[in-house]
Structure formats: C-alpha cells, structure tokens
C-alpha cells in the first residue's frame, strides 16, 4: 500500500530537549516536504527536498532543521524546540507533476 | 506572493443539503487548483484538482470549476452526507505540483 508515514503520532516534550520525527515514503518519490498546520493559519511549508541531498527553505523554517540522506527518508529535526513550535506536522511526498499524499501527522506539544 | 482565501467555517448543514465553500485565489502565473479533504486524526487526501482554466474536479459527489475570470475554485455539492464532516482545504501549486500553498480550512459539519 503506498503511505507515507510518521513517527511518532503524538509526542508531550520539555523546551530545548532535542527531538526528531521521522517522515518515509514507498512510493519512490522525489520530491518530500514537511509542513505545520495551526488553527487559522492552514498548512504552512516548513522545508521540502527535490531529491537526496537537495534541501531548501520553505516559508517558515527557523528553529527546524532536515536531511535527505535516502530518497524514501525525510526527518524534522527539533534541535531546540520552543512552545511556539508546538504544533501538527504534516510530512508529504509527491513524484514529478504528481499530486502530494500526506502521512497522518504528528502532534507536537512543547511545553 | 501567492494566496488561498477560503470562507470561514464551521459550515453547519443538515444531511441531503447544497453544499457551496468558497475559494479565491491570487497567483502571479497559472497555477494548479486543489481540493484536499482532511478527516479528524487523519492526513490531507487528495478531493479533486484542475490544472487549468475551465477544467472541472469531480469526485465523491463534489466539483470544482477552475475559472480564470474570477480567480475561484469553489467546492459544492449536491446532496451531502454525515460522512462528508471534515475540513476542507483548498490549495494551489505553481511549480509542477511541488509547492503548495494552501487557505486556512473550512469545517463542516453534516447533522442527520
């Protein structure tokens, strides 16, 4: 079944404790993305990845950090997370002219 | 930049209603149009898309009509069911469907 899936689903953590979730996808896809979504704002782009070891900003990247070390893997690093970072996270994959699937999310509290 | 603007929910309907959300959008080039739906405790899936002026997105029952003239992408529906209660978001992409730029939601609830 092609997913694209995220851990952890739900995750309660302290400020400045670093922490990562991971993104995979079997669909073999190219192009990765991570986004935030907060009540009022929609889903905003965090970083995305056009292939392994291609990396850029999206429209709101501070405080977050990625690798694309394979084609199917694309974690978000919290290096030092804030209570502003608090959030859901939505990772997403998509091949060339492809619409993108989204994984289920994962729920950040940082308190 | 490029933007979404979707009317702000809840949107309230009893089941077998007309369903309308709208959508504008602004965009500098021609952009593809989106519809995702989004289920509690559930990702984004794809609803429908139109990749140009005059194309229309169907699916499950609901349409879209991309019109250039007004810059919209509205949503409707003939005859919702409870099971159509979600958010609904539209969405557009200018480079190769790679970047999305999306409105910030619509809810809607469907009582029976």
């Known amino acids: 079944e092609a997913q694209v899936t995220q851990n952890p689903r739900y995750l309660i953590t302290v400020t400045g404790k670093k922490l990562t979730v991971t993104c995979s996808q079997n669909?073999?896809?190219?192009?990765m993305s991570w986004y935030r979504q907060d009540p009022g704002l929609g889903l905003r782009q965090i970083y995305y990845?056009?292939?392994?070891?291609?990396?850029d900003k999206g429209d709101v990247p501070e405080g977050y950090k990625v690798s694309r070390k394979e084609k199917r893997n694309f974690p978000l690093i919290l290096e030092s997370p804030s209570p502003n970072q608090t959030s859901l996270y939505f990772c997403a994959s998509s091949g060339w002219n492809q619409p993108q699937h989204f994984g289920d999310g994962t729920r950040l509290s940082i308190l | 930049g490029d933007s979404v603007t979707q009317m702000e929910g809840p949107v309230t309907l009893s089941e077998e209603a007309f369903l309308t959300i709208n959508c504008t959008y602004t965009a500098t080039g021609y952009p593809s149009l989106f519809w995702y739906v989004q289920y509690p405790g559930e990702g984004l899936q794809l609803l429908l898309k139109?990749?140009?002026?005059?194309d229309k997105g169907s699916n499950k029952g609901f349409e879209a009509t991309y019109r250039k003239e007004t810059t919209s992408f509205h949503l409707e529906k003939g005859s919702v069911q409870v099971s159509d209660s979600a958010v609904y978001f539209c969405a557009l992409s200018d480079t190769g469907f790679q970047k999305l730029v999306f409105g910030t939601g619509t809810r809607l609830l469907v009582s029976p």
């Open positions: 139109a990749t140009k002026a005059d």
């Open positions: 990845s056009m292939n392994v070891e291609v990396t």
């Open positions: 669909m073999n896809h190219e192009y």
